[in-house]
């Protein structure tokens, strides 16, 4: 079992930059692939970026490549998403997940997933 606590949201204007971090518990992440997901008011909750558990593979959706990087801390059992160049299109929960893969480079968040509470992140035009 994983528990899984984000923090980092908030308000921002457009253009500006946050950082989002997760801290997982109960479990060491490096047995994970971990990622962030969000929803905005509406619509459905979708993919943003995951890793692989040693750090060495990325993915992100093309609607964030190039602006927002996510990372992982193994050793701190954390990963954080950093978000740049923010649009009001950002606007959403976020959530970090977790799911275990047995493949080391694997990006692929599916099956049992472990999700946060999410924190909510608004981007002002």
């Not at 950082?19 to 962030?36: E, F, M, P």
């Not at 992100?60 to 160049?85: C, H, W």
Request: hydrophobic share 35%.
């Amino acid at each position: 079992q994983v528990q899984l606590v984000e923090s980092g949201g908030g308000l921002v204007q457009a253009g500006g930059s946050l950082r989002l971090s997760c801290a997982a518990s109960g479990r060491a992440i490096s047995d994970y692939v971990t990622g962030w997901f969000r929803q905005a008011p509406g619509k459905e909750r979708e993919f943003v970026a995951s890793i692989s558990r040693s750090g060495g593979r990325t993915s992100y959706a093309d609607s964030v490549k190039g602006r927002f990087t996510i990372s992982r801390d193994n050793a701190k059992n954390t990963m954080s998403l950093q978000m740049n160049t923010l649009k009001p299109e950002d606007t959403a929960v976020y959530y970090c997940a977790a799911a275990f893969s047995p493949v080391s480079e694997s990006v692929g968040i599916y099956g049992h997933v472990y999700w946060g509470q999410g924190t909510q992140v608004t981007v002002s035009s």
